[in-house]
């Protein structure tokens, strides 16, 4: 039971790893839903966030090999010419 230094109250009654082992397994679902809630949401925002950079970096290698074989394409054109 980690509460971050804050007193955990429970439908006004103070949590304790004794209350906690006298719950039933619905009452200990109802208390774990709301830190449930925030972690899948607080996940699912990382989990977007790393997606976004792993698109852009992407894009970026993508642009720039593009970029590369332009140049050197227009290169050997220009050594073949000459």
Do not use: W
Not at 35 to 40: D, I, P, S, Y
Request: glycine share 6%.
């Amino acid at each position: 039971m980690v509460t971050g230094g804050q007193k955990m109250t429970f439908k006004g009654h103070a949590v304790t790893p004794e209350r906690i082992d006298a719950m039933e397994d619905a009452e200990i679902e109802e208390l774990h839903a709301p830190n449930e809630a925030r972690l899948g949401a607080a996940m699912s925002k990382l989990l977007g966030f790393s997606l976004l950079c792993m698109y852009a970096s992407f894009s970026f290698m993508i642009t720039s090999y593009t970029e590369y074989m332009t140049l050197y394409t227009n290169t050997q054109l220009h050594i073949t010419q000459t």
